[in-house]
C-alpha cells in the first residue's frame, strides 16, 4: 500500500528530546501515554540473514561517528532496532538558467544577448511496492545478521513489542500495515521526491519536532530493555543530475544545459541511536554517511533505460528568454535494481557492525 504524504517533518532524537523540553517546560521520566493507533495486528519482522559480499568500500571515507554513539554503544551489548527504513528517490530535478544581458560600447551600440533556462525531471519507474518491500526486508535481515556477526546480542521484535515505550509509538501508518509513506523532500530547496520504504513488521514512524512524543518513546524504550536503540535510515538513489550555464555575449545567447546519469548510489546513511536511563535520554548519537560531507557509497552496474516521456521548447524571439523542459522516464529492471542496491546497503551496514564490534563493552 501506497499513502502520500505532502508534507513532513524529520528532525533526529537527539534535537528532538532536547528542544521539546525546552518548549514544554515540562520533564517526565516516565513514558509517554500508550498510543491511541497502536496497531491490533504486527506482522512477523524478517529474519536474520547476510547478504553476499557487496561492493567493497573504505568506512573513513564515507562514514563519521557523531556525538556519543561510540559511548552509547559501549555501555551495553545488547540492541534494539525498532524502525528501519530505506529513503528512496523516486524523482530527481535538474535545472540551470542564465540571464540574459544588455550593454552599451564605446561606439554607443547597445549589445544584447538572450537568456536561457533548462529543466529536466527524471522519474524512476518498474517497481511495484512487493518488489520495493523485499528489498527493505533483504536490508534488514542483513543487518540483523551483521550485527549478531558482531558478538551483539539483537532483541527479537517479541521482546520490543512487550515494551511501555513501544507501545506509546504514534505510528503513521493505519492498522500496523508495512506501508510505503511518499513525501517531498525534507531539505529545502531539493527538488526530490522519495519513497520511506519499512522493513515488514516495523511500521513507520518519525520524531517530529513539533510533537516529542516519539522521542520519548525511543528513549524509554532503549531504558526498559537496556539496550542501545536504533533507526537506521538509508538513502538510496537512481540518477545523478548534472547542470551548468554559460553566457555568451559573442554568440548572442546563453546555454543552459542539464543532463542526467544513471546509476546506484548511497548519498545519505544514519544509524541513529540511543542508550537512555529514561524518557529524557541519556548517551546519544550517530554513524553516519552525510549527503554534501562524506563521499557516497556509488555501485556500478546497469539497471534501467533511460527514455524521454517529453520535451518542449518556447521563447528566443525578440531578445526573450529560451526555455527548454523535459521530462525522462528511467524504467528499472526489478531484479537488477535490487542486486545493485544490496550491494550498496551491504556495505553501509557491515561499516557499521564493525563499528559496533570496535565499540563493544
Known sequence: ??????????IKAAMAITIGAMITGCVSLGPPPPSANYPEKLQATPVAKALPQGVK????????????????????????????KIHLVINDVAEASVSGTESTGFSGLTTKTTGASASMRVHLSGLSDKQLQAIADAAYADLVAQLQDAGREVVSAADMRATLGYHSIEFSVPNGDSAIIEGGSINSGDNKTYLDIPATGLPLWYIDFFNNNNGKSFNFLSSELKAVAIIPTITVTFVQMKSSGRGSAFFGGGTAK???????????????????????GGEMGKYALSSGHDDPIVVSGDFAKLTEASSSKSGGFLGSTVHSKSDQIAKANPEKFKHLVLKGVQASNKAFADFTKEHRP
Open 57 to 84: 568500500i573504505d568506512a573513513d571515507d564515507h562514514f563519521d561517528d557523531q556525538h556519543d554513539i561510540d559511548n552509547a554503544l559501549e555501555g551495553s551489548n545488547r540492541i534494539v532496532i525498532p524502525a528501519f
Open 1 to 10: 500500500m501506497l499513502i502520500k504524504h505532502t508534507y513532513k517533518t524529520y
Open 258 to 280: 542539464v543532463g542526467a546519469e544513471l546509476g546506484i548510489r548511497l548519498i545519505d546513511v544514519e544509524y541513529n541511536g540511543t542508550l537512555a536511563e529514561n524518557a529524557m
